[in-house]
Nanobody
């Protein structure tokens, strides 16, 4: 059973920085596309950033230039460095591990989430 454990959330003032970490158990990490998603109260969960097994990255337009996703396969950990935080970044942030072959999803795992609150 794969487990994803997020850490690093908290309360920060606007303009500040936080780094989220997601540690994965199991042997899937190096083959997985890892993603960070977020869900604000009353809103749908949305993609923040993802990084493929090959290291390619993709970001939501709202975080481009402010957030950086990275992964350390030796540590089975994915990171989200968040800078220039804004109150609208306030949400629960979730880690995701996903692998697809063509249209078939081999696995899709979620962490429990970590709260990020940005005060104005």
């Amino acid at each position: 059973q794969v487990q994803l454990v997020e850490s690093g959330g908290g309360l920060v003032q606007a303009g500040g920085s936080l780094r989220l970490s997601c540690a994965a158990s199991g042997s899937i990490f190096s083959d997985a596309t890892m993603g960070w998603y977020r869900q604000a109260p009353g809103k749908q969960r949305e993609l923040v950033a993802l990084i493929t097994s090959g290291g390619s990255t993709n970001y939501a337009d709202s975080v481009k230039g402010r957030f950086t996703i990275s992964r350390d396969n030796a540590k089975n950990t994915v990171y989200l460095q968040m800078s220039s935080l804004k109150p609208e970044d306030t949400a629960v942030y979730y880690c995701n591990a996903n692998r697809k072959i063509f249209t078939t999803t081999l696995y899709d795992y979620w962490g429990q989430g970590t709260q990020v609150t940005v005060s104005s």
